[in-house]
Each structure stands twice: as structure tokens, then as C-alpha cells.
């Protein structure tokens, strides 16, 4: 993990979601999603404040309901639509650089395929028995929200900071999904031995 977001805003947001904790963290996920939408259309019409402030908003609430999700006890359920909304919130991100033309769609395409197979392998590879994935890999869903929000706001001085932000996720998520595969054949091979 590149920014270990999750790291510092776990303890950040920990106050927050004690106060919050009546009220039930899939609507935080929700939120979280109509923030993406919202940023969607900031990307199509280049209004860069709206891309930058519902960024953040985004990334907030991802982070929240994560924490209110761990103080009020997981549920099968919550994590059913915080992974589903999640793809549906990265879907929409990074459809929208590519219509609003901050990235070409190769480039983008590449970004897609790349945050998808980051998060397809983590739900694999922890359905297949490994408790919790977080940390093997460069780039996760929790960096990918960050480093756009970054490179919007660098776009206000650069008008190609967008352009090579989605260089850089092309490149990161691809490499987290080998590191995942490595990690995924390294460990279940193992296990395969031991039972031998």
C-alpha cells in the first residue's frame, strides 16, 4: 500500500464514528457512491473544484463507513454492497477522466482493468481462506481515490497532472494484481504441500 490511508484515517475518523455509530454504516457506503457520480460529471464538464472537493468526499466516506462498519460489528451484508458499490464508485471515476478527456482510452482502460483485477483477487484469494489481504500489494482501492484527488488538485498548475496520474495507476494496480498472484500462488501451493 503506497499511502497507507487506511492506516492514519482509521485512527483519524475513530472519534467521528463513535458518534455515528447509531446510525448504519451502508448508508455511508451509499454516500459514498453518490459522491463518485457527482465526480463523474465534474470530469465530463472539467469542473475541476466539484472533481477535487467530491473526490475528497468520496475518499471520506469510503474511509467511514469502514469504520462505523468495525464499531457496530461487520455484516455479511455490508460487505456485500461496500465491495459492490465500491467497483460501482471506481466504474464510474474512471469512465469519467476518460470522457472528460484527461486521459486517452487506452490509458484508462488499462486503469479499469487494473483496479478490478486489485480488487477481484483480494475477494478471491480471502473466499479461498486468507483472513484479510490488506497490505500485499502497491496500490489498493484505499490509494487509488487518494492519488486522484492528488492529481487533481496538481492539475490546477499541470494541465497533463491528470494525465500522468492515470499513468501511474495504470502501472500500480497492474503490479498489485501480480504481487496478489504471487502472494495467491506462493500461499495456496504451500497449503497444497502441506497436505501432501
Do not use: C
Not at 469504520?67 to 471515476?93: E, H, K, M, Y
Not at 496478489?180 to 502441506?194: C, L, M, V
Request: glycine share 10%; no cysteine; charged share 15%.
Amino acid at each position: 500500500m503506497l499511502l497507507q490511508v487506511k492506516k492514519f484515517s482509521a485512527k483519524l475518523l475513530f472519534p467521528l464514528g463513535k458518534k455515528l455509530v447509531k446510525v448504519p454504516a451502508n448508508y455511508f457506503t451509499l454516500f459514498g457512491l453518490i459522491s463518485a457520480i457527482i465526480t463523474f460529471f465534474g470530469f465530463i464538464f472539467q469542473f475541476l473544484i466539484i472533481i477535487i472537493v467530491f473526490l475528497f468526499i468520496t475518499e471520506f466516506f469510503d474511509q467511514l463507513d469502514g469504520v462505523v462498519a468495525r464499531l457496530q460489528g461487520p455484516t455479511t451484508l455490508g460487505g456485500f454492497l461496500d465491495s459492490t458499490l465500491d467497483r460501482i464508485g471506481d466504474f464510474f471515476l474512471f469512465i469519467g477522466v476518460i470522457l472528460g478527456g484527461y486521459t486517452t482510452i487506452e490509458i484508462g482502460l488499462i486503469v479499469l482493468i487494473g483496479a478490478f483485477l486489485t480488487s477481484y483477487t483480494r475477494a478471491k484469494i480471502e473466499a479461498l481462506g486468507v483472513d484479510n489481504l490488506y497490505g500485499v500489494g502497491i496500490i489498493e482501492r484505499t490509494d487509488r481515490v487518494p492519488i486522484l484527488f492528488i492529481g487533481a488538485i496538481v492539475q490546477i498548475w499541470f494541465s497533463t497532472a491528470l494525465w500522468w496520474t492515470m499513468i501511474i495507476l495504470a502501472i500500480g494496480t497492474n503490479i498489485t494484481v501480480i504481487q496478489r498472484i504471487i502472494f495467491a500462488f506462493r500461499k495456496f501451493s504451500s497449503n497444497s504441500k502441506e497436505k501432501l
